[in-house]
């Protein structure tokens, strides 16, 4: 089973603020990593596909970078709906994998 | 606009058994793969099964597998997971997703969940 690390567990900044988040793989995954953002009591909202690909409607702010096995969420500027908790999953694999999840918070 | 509706969760002793269903609409169903997805209470999300697209395969997380059977009547446009031999372990909020493709494993929409309690 593969295994992603996502770091930093926890990330404090402020709107107008630069986040990069981290996602790294125990194995490589290609290029098969996608990004998801979850608010508290809401479903998980698919961000980035196939580590780089925007999701339709998804702001320009969010870009995604990386392959093999280590990979780079980043938010330009963040904005007070973006405060949330960010998943990265593998689908280069079976079964298909989640990290533990970054939340970002002010 | 694409619609994922489940249904089917609520309280269950330990071996007990529960059949989750999620009705989809706003999409061809039968094109596209078709997952569950978890999240333990205060925890993060676990992918538990997935009904592919192209050959009708599926596939299991290991903790679910012989446990659990996923399927879909695609003339319902409906997606079902079987649980039986339920355990505490499995207390969780289940989340029906639509794959990005038939066989992408992206999950492009989600529903909002039903949950699923194994307590005596």
């Known amino acids: 089973e593969i295994v992603l690390t996502q770091s930093p567990a926890t990330l404090s900044l402020s709107p107008g603020e630069r986040a990069t988040l981290s996602c790294r793989a125990s194995?490589?995954?290609?290029?098969?990593l996608d990004w998801y953002q979850q608010k508290p009591g809401q479903a998980p909202r698919l961000l980035i596909y196939d580590a780089s690909n925007r999701a339709t409607g998804i702001p320009a702010r969010f870009s995604g970078s990386g392959s093999g096995t280590d990979f780079t969420l980043t938010i330009s500027s963040l904005e007070p709906e973006d405060f949330a908790v960010y998943y990265c999953q593998q689908h280069n694999n079976w079964p298909l994998t989640f990290g533990g999840g970054t939340k970002v918070e002010i | 606009e694409v619609e994922l509706l489940e249904s089917g969760g609520g309280l269950v002793q330990p071996g007990g058994s529960l059949r989750l269903s999620c009705a989809a609409s706003g999409f061809t169903f039968s094109s596209y793969a078709m997952s569950w997805v978890r999240q333990a209470p205060g925890k993060g999300l676990q992918w538990v099964s997935i009904f592919t697209g192209s050959d009708d395969g599926a596939f299991y997380a290991d903790s679910v597998k012989g446990r659990f059977t996923i399927s879909r009547d695609n003339s319902q446009n409906t997606l079902y997971l079987q649980m039986n031999s339920l355990r505490a372990e499995d207390t969780a909020l289940y989340y029906c997703?639509?794959?990005?493709?038939?066989?992408?494993?992206?999950?492009?929409?989600w529903g909002q969940g039903t949950l699923v309690t194994v307590s005596s």
């Open positions: 194995q490589s995954v290609g290029s098969y």
């Open positions: 997703a639509k794959d990005r493709c038939s066989n992408c494993n992206t999950f492009d929409y």
